[in-house]
Nanobody, 120 residues
Framework: QVQLVESGGGLVQTGGSLRLSCAAS????????MAWYRQATGDQRERIALIATDGSTILADSVKGRFTISRDNAKNTVDLQMNNLKSEDTAVYYC??????????????WGQGTQVTVSS
């Protein structure tokens, strides 16, 4: 069974930094896209960063210039470096990966979520 396990959430003050990590485990062929989503209380889940296999990235306007997404294809990991954190960044952060278990099928796979709280 393929799993995504996240780590690195926590409590930080405004202007501080956190780094989230996510590792895929299990039996699969490869991983296409990897991404980070977040969901604040009462809001819908939103994608904030996406990275393709070749390292090309897409960042939401709300995090551009502050967050960086990176991945290690050999280790099947994706990280999110978050700098200059603001109170509006408080949310549960989810790792996402599009994982191919066979040549013909790719599955949407989610991590369990990790809480990030930014206090003023």
């Amino acid at each position: 069974q393929v799993q995504l396990v996240e780590s690195g959430g926590g409590l930080v003050q405004t202007g501080g930094s956190l780094r989230l990590s996510c590792a895929a485990s299990g039996n699969f062929l490869d991983i296409a896209y990897m991404a980070w989503y977040r969901q604040a209380t009462g809001d819908q889940r939103e994608r904030i960063a996406l990275i393709a296999t070749d390292g090309s990235t897409i960042l939401a306007d709300s995090v551009k210039g502050r967050f960086t997404i990176s991945r290690d294809n050999a280790k099947n990991t994706v990280d999110l470096q978050m700098n200059n954190l603001k109170s509006e960044d408080t949310a549960v952060y989810y790792c996402y990966a599009q994982i191919r278990s066979t040549l013909w099928a790719a599955d949407d796979t989610w991590g369990q979520g990790t809480q990030v709280t930014v206090s003023s």
